[in-house]
């Protein structure tokens, strides 16, 4: 934790080896460092501690002095004596101090934790088939690992409501819930908005919203992910897939400048599900459910996948050709993107500037919510100002353009990922030039295009995004781009190559980075392999002091130094 | 060095060849009146042993519910990944409270090598394998079951605890009990 002094060590004895760990951490978290586990149900780091679930019980025992002089009490041994507590504690709730002695092995922690998960399984219903947690369950885990494997429950378990819609996202089984509270604590703390509350008493105690209150805030599926059980689950990803059949990848939400850590859960080549990624420094543990359902975008139809030329499919070698001769106009300008990656945005402005064309682009502009949705509605504007793509923070319209359009300035239009005509350019205008279109979806405009290319999305391409605390995070690539895409990577390495400016540009990330580094002095030293997971700042230097339209959210601050 | 290989030298009676085919035929004619051993497979079937492993097949109970709740397990387990399963929703009001089953269920029978490991690890004992043995077409996409097909195959299966309707019973007398 960051807050902790790291400086500030405690030497505790865990499981009879002295070990040291940082002042202010509690038990579960010390485990957690020295690589083991204590098992919990309802501490979650992100979130206050509660202490109800009673699964991390451990003993504890601190050194032993006379209670008369303060003297050591020594054994025969010549070594002070620990005074065992009797009774167990819960580990989430008991702070490090120098000495503590902490017993996570011995009979009396084992049978606490047996105890714990033979209550929890005398009501819980055996669901585990058609349970969307199943895979990912804390308390299937903990019952394989610390239950019995038997039960001696007979009498009849007590009958709750069953898939009760609480929200438009979300869908309760109260049978399976255990009480842990985690998801009325993290509505209470995190989003700040009381939605769910325990009523009833008892085993009959049972999770519920307050009558007309849906559960309908934009992070309410963060209490999805942080169920231990399958109690919570989400309306989009239920049935829809076992989560063992799915593989995660490490990726970047681009629903805003905010820069969200991800995972992508895809099955061959089809994403089912997006779920935030823990980074202390960026969003915590949490992400809007707005950017979790992203993914729908890419996979619905409009998809554009075979390159045209003049409205007739063509071979993308050829329509890169056909670009190449449109590019050798003189009068060339370039609509860029900043929902393009770092290493995307530095080809575009080499090929801009082989060409001498002129760059646009356009902010994106969205209502941020002070948590972790910023009011940039980019993922990577300032990666365009470090690689050197704009030099100042780009207008919400391309009125600009469409005066040099009308001037007969410009004869030739690239443009990337951009709505021309949300952007103000009028049919008349695309008219009269050459337009060709780079992007993930057939545009409004594609009738006006001379050469539309398919491009893939985030999620089926690698890269890096510089979000808004000019931290540069990367992502990989989860599914396959349909087939016939090229990464924009290759098209624009191809389109240098055409254009005689210079042949043989690496199209894969790791060279790319080579000259990224060499020539950016901001990513001086970085690598795209190096990257760590958590991303790494970089110097924005005078681009800092830009007119950017974030305002405070989760750990971020504008014009923090 | 080529070796020489002596002939035996036969007696007049190995010579006539006489003893061998008397031998033989005596052979002939002690089988002939024994009882067959053989069956004449198509028009005759044999009897197959109770925990005989055939063409995997999906089983109703009963009361005519289909067991399986799409778990997937049996896709997870399956060797030559020959189970192919969507979930789904149960729209059936009358089976609302299972609310789990699978939207298509594909097994295909060019790579299902009858281990068994489905039915072993199915939870609901909705997949069995089962006596059918002689699967045969002229297309490959024949040989792939779809749900209707297994189901075709499977018939019923009666199941002896039927947690499910247990537990709507038990939720409808708690109803009761508390109004």
Redesign the interface.
């Not at chain 2, 709740?69 to 397990?73: D, I, K, T």
């Not at chain 2, 409270?97 to 789990?100: A, F, L, N």
């Given at each position: 934790m960051s807050e902790t002094d790291k400086a500030t060590q405690v030497t505790i004895n865990y499981d009879g080896q002295d070990v040291s760990v940082p002042a202010g951490y509690n038990l579960v978290q010390a485990a957690q460092l020295l690589g083991k586990e204590i098992p919990h149900y309802c501490y979650h780091e992100k979130l206050s501690v509660s202490g109800n679930c009673r699964m991390c019980m451990v003993q504890i025992g601190t050194p032993m002095r006379d209670r008369a002089t303060g003297e050591p009490v020594m054994d025969e041994n010549g070594k002070q004596k620990i005074g065992w507590s009797p009774k167990p504690a819960i580990g989430c709730a008991t702070t490090v101090s120098p000495g503590l002695h902490v017993r996570t092995d011995n009979d009396l922690v084992k049978g606490c934790r047996n105890g714990v998960t033979e209550f929890l399984l005398a009501n819980h219903p055996l669901d585990c088939p058609i349970c969307d947690k199943a895979g990912e369950c804390r308390l299937q885990e903990y019952s394989s690992q610390y239950g019995r494997d038997y039960s001696r429950f007979v009498e009849h378990k007590v009958v709750k409501p069953k898939h009760v819609d609480i929200g438009p996202r979300i869908i309760l089984d109260d049978e399976r819930c255990i009480l842990c509270s985690r998801c009325i604590r993290f509505c209470d703390e995190v989003i700040k908005e009381s939605f769910l509350g325990f009523t009833e008493r008892g085993s009959h105690a049972t999770l519920s919203i307050h009558p007309g209150k849906p559960f309908d805030h934009n992070y309410s599926l963060n209490t999805v992910d942080i169920c231990p059980v399958g109690a919570l689950t989400s309306k989009d990803f239920r049935f829809q897939m076992r989560v063992w059949f799915l593989k995660p990848v490490n990726s970047i939400c681009t629903e805003s400048s905010a820069g969200v850590n991800t995972k992508v859960w895809s099955r061959e080549g089809r994403v089912y599900r997006i779920t935030p990624r823990r980074n202390d420094a960026v969003n915590d543990s949490w992400m809007s459910d707005s950017g979790r359902m992203l993914y729908k975008k890419c996979e619905g139809s409009g998809r554009l996948v075979e390159p045209q030329v003049g409205g007739h499919h063509m071979g993308s070698e050829e329509t890169l050709s056909r670009i190449a001769v449109l590019l050798k106009n003189e009068k060339a300008a370039i609509v860029a993107s900043a929902f393009s990656s770092v290493e995307e945005q530095f080809l575009l402005k080499r090929l801009a500037g082989a060409i001498h064309a002129g760059v646009h682009m356009i902010s994106h502009t969205q209502k941020g919510d002070g948590l972790l949705i910023s009011e940039d509605a980019t993922p990577n504007l300032r990666g365009a100002l470090l690689t050197g793509l704009i030099s100042r923070i780009p207008s919400d319209n391309l009125r600009a353009l469409g005066d040099k359009i009308d001037a007969g300035e410009v004869e030739t239009l690239v443009c990337v990922r951009e709505d021309l005509v949300q952007a103000g350019l009028s049919q008349a205008q695309l008219d009269k030039v050459n337009l060709v279109y780079l992007g993930t979806h057939t545009p409004s405009f594609a009738q006006s295009a001379n050469v539309l290319m398919g491009v893939p999305t985030v999620f089926e391409r690698a890269g890096s995004f510089v979000n808004c605390q000019w931290r540069i995070q990367k992502f990989a690539q989860a599914v396959p781009p349909p087939r016939g895409v090229l990464s924009e990577l290759t098209i624009l390495a191809k389109l240098l190559d055409l254009v005689g400016a210079c042949p043989g540009v690496a199209a894969t990330l790791s060279p790319a980075w080579q000259q990224l580094s060499k020539e950016v002095p901001a990513f001086a030293g970085l690598s795209y392999d190096s990257l760590p997971d958590e991303g790494a700042l970089v110097d924005g230097g005078s681009l800092k002091s830009l007119p950017f339209v974030e305002t405070a959210h989760l750990h971020y601050t504008p014009n923090a130094k | 060095m080529a070796k020489i290989v002596e002939r035996p030298k036969l007696t007049l009676a190995e010579k006539t060849y006489l003893p061998q085919i008397i031998g033989g035929l005596k052979i002939t004619f002690k089988r002939m009146l024994r009882p067959w051993v053989t069956l004449e497979y198509p028009e005759q079937r044999p009897q197959l042993p109770e925990n005989y492993r055939g063409a995997p097949t999906l089983v109703c109970d009963q009361n005519g519910r289909e067991k399986c709740?799409?778990?997937?397990?049996c896709?997870?387990v399956c060797p030559p990944k020959a189970i192919r399963i969507t979930?789904?929703?149960i729209q059936n009001p009358a089976q609302a409270?299972?609310?789990?089953a699978p939207q298509a269920f594909e097994i295909n029978m060019l790579r299902c090598i009858y281990c068994g490991l489905c039915q072993e690890v199915c939870?609901?004992e909705a997949i069995v394998l089962q006596k059918v043995f002689s699967l045969n077409s002229r297309t490959r996409a024949a040989l792939v079951h779809d749900k209707r097909r297994l189901y075709e195959l499977g018939g019923t299966l009666p199941d002896n605890i039927l947690?499910w309707d247990k537990?709507l019973e038990?939720?409808k007398?708690?109803?009761h009990s508390t109004h």
């Open positions: - | 709740v799409s778990c997937q397990m896709e997870f979930p789904g929703k409270h299972v609310e789990k939870p609901e947690k537990k038990q939720a007398a708690a109803e």
